[in-house]
Every structure is written in structure tokens, then in C-alpha cells.
């Protein structure tokens, strides 16, 4: 068989000497068919072609990643991701908590309602906690996605008594079971990685 030449000026081999690898795999679906009535010649002046989840790596780019790790209430989570953030963000606040009690201590040894200054702080400290009260929501809510369940039964958590079941029952669920086999209703393309399911 003869060995296929590249001539200057195009892309690819000859499709006119028969390849030894087969069928031409190389088909490009263009917006306007161009470089399928070319032939194997490069479109000369034309826009380059966009590859679907390509990014230009800026540094907005990876903080807005980081955040909707954290922040975002759409997607899906596997149970290594749940295990880490869940684990992350009480470390954090647990952290944010020791550290506010020990800013204060002074002011308890002098004040004499130590109980007025701890209800007065208490709003400091739940702002200070809440980022990480609403990024445990979110993770919660995209496991409840990647076991194909609403993240809207998360609310029952929160109604008395019967919430407390709910959570434990669910809770239970989110850190053990394992989502879906493949796509389901709640994917997004940065879902699909799962390293632990």
C-alpha cells in the first residue's frame, strides 16, 4: 500500500488514497457545512470552533467553580463530595464558634450579665455561621438530586417532631446509599464526575 503523503497548505491526510485505518473518522459538523464541501482543505478566515466545556480559565472562572461547590442548590453530589463539605463546613464552624467565644472572653470575666452579653453576640455569631449553615443546605439538597429525589423534602426538616424523623431517616440515606446509575432529572454537565459512587 502506498504511504500517504501531507501536502502543504492542508489538514489531514489525501481522501483520495484508500486509508489503512479504516473509515475517515475525522467528520466535522460545521454551522455552514463548510468544511464538508471543502474536502480536507482548513477553512481559511473563519471563527474558531468551540469545544463544548472548554473555559478560558480565569480566576473568575475558578472562584465562581468554588462557590457553586459550595453554594449551589443544582446539580448532583456523590457521597465522597457530601462526606467532604459536610466535613469542611463543621470544621468551620465549630472553629468560627471557638474562636468568637475566646474574642469575647474578656468582656464575660467583666461584665456583670454575662447572659444579656451572650444573647446580644448571639446574632454576631449566627452571621458568622450561616455561609456555612446554607452551604450544608446545598450539598444536602444536590444528594437528595443524585438519589433522584427532590431537594424540596428538605423543608420537612424542619417542621417539628415529624422533621426530626425525616432527617434522620434521610440523613442516613444521603451519607450511606448510592444515587443514581447514570444520568437522571437533576444532572448538570459539572455532576457527572462521582469518584466514591
Not at 489525501?14 to 475517515?24: A, E, H, L
Not at 480565569?58 to 448532583?76: E, N, P
Not at 429525589?149 to 417532631?161: A, E, K, R
Request: charged content about 10%; overall charge positive.
Amino acid at each position: 500500500m502506498a504511504a500517504q503523503r501531507k501536502q502543504f497548505g492542508r489538514r489531514g491526510l489525501d481522501r483520495q488514497v484508500p486509508s489503512q485505518w479504516g473509515s475517515n473518522q475525522n467528520r466535522y459538523s460545521g454551522n455552514d457545512g463548510y468544511a464538508a464541501t471543502a474536502g480536507a482543505y482548513a477553512r481559511a478566515g473563519g471563527a474558531a470552533v468551540q469545544v463544548a466545556g472548554d473555559s478560558s480559565g480565569s480566576l473568575i472562572d475558578a472562584v465562581m467553580q468554588c462557590l457553586g461547590l459550595f453554594f449551589s442548590f443544582k446539580g448532583r453530589t456523590g457521597r465522597l463530595g457530601y462526606w467532604g463539605i459536610g466535613t469542611f463546613n463543621l470544621i468551620m464552624m465549630m472553629a468560627v464558634v471557638f474562636a468568637y467565644l475566646t474574642a469575647i472572653q474578656d468582656q464575660l470575666q467583666n461584665y456583670a450579665n454575662s447572659d444579656e452579653l451572650l444573647a446580644s453576640s448571639g446574632l454576631t455569631m449566627w452571621l458568622l455561621i450561616l455561609p456555612f449553615f446554607v452551604s450544608n443546605l446545598a450539598v444536602q439538597v444536590r444528594r437528595f438530586h443524585d438519589r433522584d429525589v427532590s431537594g424540596y423534602w428538605l423543608l420537612v426538616w424542619f417542621i417539628p417532631i415529624v422533621g426530626s424523623f425525616f432527617a434522620l431517616v434521610q440523613g442516613f440515606a444521603n451519607m450511606f446509599f448510592s444515587g443514581t446509575p447514570g444520568p437522571n432529572q437533576y444532572d448538570t454537565p459539572q455532576s457527572q464526575a462521582h469518584i466514591f459512587d
